[in-house]
């Protein structure tokens, strides 16, 4: 069981907007700086978005991202075909002394 | 442009070493973080070790303590994970990734290990 919980799956139709969430803890969320990532099947992952709701260039505003309490979100609005991928989220967790990394979330562009 | 390429994967029986290279360029790499993290067939992401700047601290999964040893050599702009006592769970794609202030911003390719007798 990863220390980051991730809905294994989430799907949309084009235009759709979606959101994938990310629930950790007092020790990982609540402190410290999240990223999230972009894997499309066989590639490398890709950073999306850092610290929580930063895009780094290149990066479409069509991505966004949010933190709540010792939860994070990742939203993409006007889903597009290339979106279908794997999104983790990953943060150091303060009280294991190591990175974590949520289960992953695959996405389906209906 | 930053390049991570890494290197040393393949087939190894169990309880054999194995030793991945990441050649790293496009940036001053004493200065960076640097982490090894891995990804098993059909799996997500796990973080395997991590290792400062200096490499004067390392951290480690509990799943590798003790068997896996992350080092560097800042004068080749190169980072390294020594392997022993591999198990078949070990059988994963090995990325090498840099940090920056806010995580990891930068992946190689990864190198795929199979253990297997």
């Known amino acids: 069981q990863s220390v980051l919980t991730q809905p294994p799956s989430a799907s949309g139709t084009p235009g759709q907007r979606v959101t994938i969430s990310c629930s950790g803890g007092?020790?990982?969320?609540?402190?410290?700086?999240l990223n999230w990532y972009q894997q499309l099947p066989g590639t490398a992952p890709k950073l999306l978005m850092y610290?929580?709701?930063q895009r780094p260039s290149g990066v479409p505003d069509r991505f966004s991202g949010s933190k709540s309490g010792t939860s994070a979100s990742l939203a993409i609005s006007g889903l597009q075909s290339e979106d279908e991928a794997d999104y983790y989220c990953?943060?150091?967790?303060?009280?294991?002394?190591?990175?974590?990394f949520g289960g992953g979330t695959k996405l389906t562009v209906l | 442009e930053v390049q991570l390429v890494e290197s040393g994967g393949g087939l190894v029986q169990p309880g054999g070493s194995l030793r991945l290279s990441c050649a790293a360029s496009?940036?001053?790499?004493?200065?960076?973080?640097m982490n090894w993290v891995r990804q098993a067939p059909g799996k997500g992401l796990e973080w395997v070790s991590s290792?400062?700047?200096?490499?004067?601290?390392?951290f480690s999964a509990a799943s590798v303590r003790g068997r896996f040893t992350i080092s560097r050599d800042n004068v080749k702009n190169s980072l390294f994970l020594h392997m022993d006592s591999l198990r078949d769970e070990d059988t994963a794609v090995y990325y090498c990734?840099?940090?920056?202030?806010?995580?990891?911003?930068?992946w190689g390719q990864g190198t795929l290990v199979t253990v297997s007798s």
């Open positions: 990953a943060v150091w967790d303060d009280s294991l002394n190591g990175r974590v």
């Open positions: 610290s929580y709701n």
């Open positions: 290792i400062t700047s200096s490499g004067g601290n390392i």
């Open positions: 990734a840099r940090t920056d202030t806010s995580g990891i911003d930068y």
């Open positions: 496009g940036f001053t790499f004493s200065t960076y973080v």
């Open positions: 007092s020790s990982n969320i609540g402190k410290n700086s």
